[in-house]
């Protein structure tokens, strides 16, 4: 695939598609495309978080300060039980409301989510969500 290519999906997926752009202004689609891509000398994307935390084991490893900046409706995480998860598609499905996750986006959240008691059906759900895992040193569920 050559760059001409490459800009053509770019094009497409900005006039056909209006998909969620994370802080860097990539789309998820875009991103998983070049991710699949290999160029000579560059290093596969999907195997580092925004501070460029190395994957554990083929898990994408996040700081805490990763997902503080995450916070707001077009790019919202959530820590719980050390996993990160990004939220931001299902803030509009949420059946108590988009407010009730972003009081607590970009922050470690399992006190609060486990608190309002969540259904079975709910922590499935959560798993299509989850994106990788807290690093070590921020961990605070397994240590």
């Known amino acids: 695939m050559d760059l001409h290519n490459i800009k053509s999906m770019i094009d497409r997926t900005d006039k056909h598609t209006k998909e969620t752009v994370d802080n860097t202004g990539i789309s998820k689609q875009l991103l998983k495309m070049i991710s699949s891509l290999n160029f ?3 290093r596969d ?9 190395p994957m554990t ?6 700081t805490l300060d990763d997902v503080a900046r995450h916070c707001d409706s ?12 990004d939220v931001t598609e299902f803030l509009i499905e949420h059946p108590g409301g988009e407010e009730i996750i972003m009081e607590n ?3 470690d959240a399992t006190v609060p989510f486990d608190t309002k008691g969540h259904s ?3 922590y499935k759900l959560l798993q299509k969500y989850c994106i990788g895992e ?4 921020d961990r605070r569920f397994k240590k």
Not at 45 to 53: A, M, Y
């Open 40 to 42: 000579p000398g560059s």
């Open 45 to 53: 994307v999907s195997l580092t978080s925004s501070s460029d935390q």
């Open 57 to 62: 084991s083929g898990i994408r490893q996040f």
């Open 74 to 85: 077009r790019s919202c995480w959530l820590a719980l039980s050390d996993k990160v998860y």
């Open 105 to 107: 986006a970009g922050t």
């Open 120 to 122: 079975q059906d709910a």
């Open 134 to 137: 807290l690093t070590e040193a």
